[in-house]
């Protein structure tokens, strides 16, 4: 009892419960102040900030992505194409200054994991985010490949792209450089469907295999689940960024 009191009583003393409460009390205190509109209004917040930060209505949203998402088999493939997603850009790091994001690691270990187990070279394809970095995604992407032992002859960063229609571009490029015909596309399970459309619409066919993949049919919740969570927050965050991108691909390019 005293585990689930604590961890009840930590969801609404931390950010985003914290603003819950804030709001609820402040809406609560309007209303009882005759100020209808404002409570209500901020009340109606608190709610909202508490349903998006809910991890089931996350999973929704961003299952919606990751629907029939799957690792496909077999592998047939002569090229790994890995799309990043940012970094720590002059963090202190082993073999030099930059480190990966949490999502371009998840897709850095599942491309390192293919190629040690299909001996295909990668494509590692990230320019400078933001634009006054002092080094490419790619860049600090291949220096960890080869720190896991990936030979950096089999390495090919990419160094131009900003967003994920970019991506594509270039990687075609590479591959009709290169010779390649059957290329692996690697990036997270969220983002597969924006990442497909890019690479159809600049004309070349690639393989998803999406890695990082956090929603599944028959995903259980227990009751702390519909308490608010960053975690569950930077999901909705992700999946509203995502369906946002999906839109404005199909409009501008």
């Not at 419960?17 to 209808?36: E, H, I, P, T, Y």
């Not at 799309?83 to 200054?97: E, H, I, K, N, V």
């Not at 220096?143 to 090919?156: E, M, Y």
């Not at 594509?168 to 010779?179: N, P, R």
Request: net charge positive; glycine share 8%.
């Amino acid at each position: 009892m005293l585990f689930v009191f604590k961890k009840m009583v930590s969801a609404f003393v931390l950010p985003p419960g914290l603003f819950v409460v804030l709001l609820v009390v402040s809406g609560c205190w309007a209303l009882a102040r005759k100020r209808q509109a404002c409570g209500v209004s901020a009340i109606a917040v608190g709610a909202l900030i508490w349903l998006i930060s809910m991890a089931p209505v996350a999973d929704f949203l961003k299952g919606g992505l990751e629907h029939d998402q799957f690792p496909p088999e077999p592998i047939d493939a002569d090229v790994i194409l890995m799309l990043s997603a940012g970094l720590y850009d002059r963090s202190p790091d082993l073999s030099g200054a930059g480190a990966p994001g949490p999502e371009t690691m998840e897709r850095l270990v599942t491309a390192a994991r293919l190629h040690l187990k299909y001996h295909i070279p990668i494509v590692v394809s990230g320019g400078k985010l933001p634009a006054d970095a002092s080094q490419s995604i790619a860049a600090v992407a291949k220096r960890f490949l080869i720190d896991l032992g990936i030979p950096s002859h089999a390495v090919i960063a990419e160094e131009r792209s900003r967003d994920t229609y970019e991506n594509a571009l270039y990687c075609k490029s590479i591959c009709q450089t290169h010779g390649y015909s059957r290329p692996l596309m690697v990036t997270s399970g969220y983002h597969i469907k924006r990442a497909r459309w890019s690479f159809a619409k600049v004309g070349l066919t690639v393989t998803p295999f999406p890695c990082a993949l956090t929603t599944w049919p028959g995903k259980t919740y227990r009751m702390s689940s519909y308490l608010p969570s960053c975690n569950a927050l930077k999901t909705t965050a992700q999946a509203l960024h995502e369906w946002i991108g999906l839109f404005y691909y199909r409009l501008v390019y």
